[in-house]
């Protein structure tokens, strides 16, 4: 019986072992900044090029494909969910899920969607320039108003504006990140925020958990840690599923993860945003603990007509929290190993170095690592979590000239 065989378009590497796992070969596009040696001695083909390069990944995924034929091709990265898509239809094959990867990859394509149907109500406007973003924060009366590149990723660029004389700084941070795109501006939803993650198969879904986040304050909002399962009660939670499976349905979504995310308003939860890809920050892993959902594992046996993974979830509970040092040199660091060894903790990866120049912190690419926990409740991990966390020392000083955002 023929081995299936599977294109993986980008990605950090933690489809692969699962492939294997499944008794599937890979073939990987990768770009430079993430290349893995072992990922491509276990490859039958890998190439390195910026995917988002249709013409250039289209002829190799073409030549490929001619020589040894994928039975489907999949992403798990932002930047590869369209190319994986358009490739998908390309060369006929499993994978393609191009109508919700861009409804939800633009933003304002996502809020127009919203609109048109009525789900999930926030004020917004797309602004061409400063003086329209004045315009929309002048309109909602004083309240704060949140800036965004529509298709960015990593909190990066995105900024809360609560008065006029804010604006000038951060549309022209917001605006250097979005590049030749309009900037979206949204009014700032006040609330606890949540992300929820969910798998869908052949267009039916499944809400498999719900994620409590912690971030910074204004103006960036970049996370600082995560705790599931949230702490919410039946009511907030019946509401919260609700409008994440209307809004699967509504982008069409067909077979795979969605990662979306949202704040429980006075008014009920709204929408943040959403994307066709596992939760980043290791939620994914976490999903996996506390739920046993496999989200990349399932969506690969969904699209390759294999038995779905059994589910066993491994811990009640889970927490991760990150290091974030922001305009500082660091001196010295001690208590890694003692953090690794203390209780409930599963991972702990830490990049902090002596003589490090850390700038601000602008986006989730911005933090030095994390503290990976399980707990028997919710609250055991958080402290668990932030305990560990605790116990790696950071002695720096703050850097007298701090690089500009």
């Known amino acids: 019986m023929r081995q299936q065989h599977i294109l993986l378009v980008g990605g950090r590497g933690h489809e692969v072992p699962k492939a294997a796992a499944l008794g599937l070969r890979h073939s990987m596009i990768q770009i430079p900044e993430r290349v893995n040696e072992e990922h491509a001695a276990t490859a039958e083909r890998y190439a390195v090029l910026d995917y988002r390069n249709l013409d250039e990944l289209l002829s190799v995924a073409r030549e ?209 945003e959403a994307q066709t890809r596992v939760g980043g920050d290791q939620i994914w892993e976490m999903c996996q603990l506390v739920s046993g959902a496999d989200q990349i594992t399932e969506t690969m046996s969904a699209l390759l007509g294999l038995p779905d993974p059994p589910r066993a979830p491994k811990a009640p509970a889970a927490a991760i929290r990150f290091f974030s040092q922001e305009n500082a040199r660091i001196r010295h660091v001690e208590g890694v190993t003692d953090a690794t060894h203390a209780p409930g903790v599963i991972r702990v990866v830490c990049t902090l170095r002596p003589d490090q120049e850390l700038g601000p912190l602008v986006s989730s690419d911005s933090r030095q690592g994390y503290v990976l926990c399980a707990g028997d409740s919710t609250n055991d991990a958080v402290v668990k979590a932030e305990t560990a966390r605790d116990l790696v020392r950071v002695d720096s000083v703050p850097l007298t000239d701090t690089p500009a955002r």
């Open 64 to 272: 490929w494909h001619a020589e040894d034929p994928f039975d489907a091709v999949l992403s798990f990265t932002e930047y590869g969910l369209e190319p994986a898509s358009r490739v998908a239809i390309d060369l006929g094959v499993a994978g393609e899920n191009l109508t919700a990867v861009l409804a939800t990859r633009d933003k304002t394509r996502t809020r127009a969607l919203l609109d048109r149907y009525g789900l999930s109500p926030v004020h917004h406007r797309v602004c061409a320039t400063e003086a329209d973003a004045a315009d929309f924060l002048d309109g909602l009366g004083g309240r704060p108003i949140v800036l965004k590149p529509p298709s960015g990723g990593l909190s990066e660029g995105v900024y809360v504006v609560e008065s006029a004389e804010q604006l000038p700084e951060r549309w022209a941070w917001t605006a250097s990140v979005a590049g030749r795109e309009p900037v979206l501006a949204e009014e700032f939803l006040t609330g606890p925020e949540y992300s929820v993650e969910s798998v869908s198969r052949h267009g039916r879904h499944e809400i498999v958990m719900v994620t409590e986040k912690l971030t910074t304050g204004f103006p960036g909002f970049v996370e600082l840690g995560h705790q599931a399962p949230a702490r919410i009660d039946t009511h907030d939670q019946g509401a919260i599923e609700k409008l994440i499976l209307d809004f699967l349905d509504l982008i069409g979504q067909k077979t795979g993860p969605v990662h979306s995310e949202l704040r429980l308003t006075p008014d009920g939860p709204r929408l943040i």
